[in-house]
């Protein structure tokens, strides 16, 4: 049998472990096929993704910091999360991976109507290296307030595609 690495399955991991336990029986060790509300394993220990707070007047941009601990050998090679933001608070205008864990642009779907930014990034090689910012927010601030950042998820998964464990911090963005 030949192993093909495509993209896609780096990017929905539940999906085509999900399709091959059920087409194997269960034959993955740590998971029942005949139990749908078995866990599948996750690798490594978890993880810490952080938001901190961030300030400034109306008009300003920040940039917002996806933090985390160090990623040296957990094989971390792909993410995706989504990030609700409150629209009379703050526009989100990009990301930027300059100076962050995060090699390349990821793929972005910023839904301002909807006021959710979506992120899937994935890469060849574990990420690693110094430093602790996974990816920046960038983040114009267009009315005065407070605005909490949540993660509706986050997802880490490492080069086997297993899913690694992570603890979500919140923070906030505030317009003066």
């Known amino acids: 049998m ?4 495509t993209p896609w399955k ?9 399709g091959v ?7 993955l060790s740590g998971c029942d096929s005949q139990d ?10 978890g993880l810490s993704i952080r938001l901190p707070d961030r300030s400034g007047e109306v008009g300003d941009t920040v940039q917002v910091p996806i933090q985390t601990d ?3 050998g957990r094989g971390v090679s792909s993410y995706q999360f989504s990030l609700p933001y409150d629209q009379s608070v703050v526009r989100v205008t990009g990301v930027a991976e300059e100076g962050t864990l995060t090699p390349s642009a ?3 779907n910023n839904s301002p109507g909807e006021g959710t930014l979506s992120v899937s990034f994935a890469a060849a090689e574990p990420l690693g290296g110094d430093g602790n910012s996974l990816l920046n927010l960038e983040m114009e ?5 407070t605005a909490a950042l949540s993660f509706q998820s986050f997802q880490l998964f490492d080069e086997n595609a297993e899913e690694i464990e992570t ?9 003066e």
């Open 2 to 5: 030949r192993t093909v690495k």
């Open 10 to 18: 780096v990017l929905a991991p539940a999906v085509v472990l999900l």
């Open 106 to 108: 990821p793929v972005v």
């Open 141 to 145: 601030l267009v009315g005065s307030g």
């Open 21 to 27: 336990v059920t087409s194997l029986g269960g034959v």
């Open 70 to 72: 160090s990623l040296a």
């Open 36 to 45: 749908p509300g078995a866990e599948a394993p996750t690798g490594g220990e």
């Open 167 to 175: 603890a979500l911090e919140e923070g906030t963005v505030t317009a």
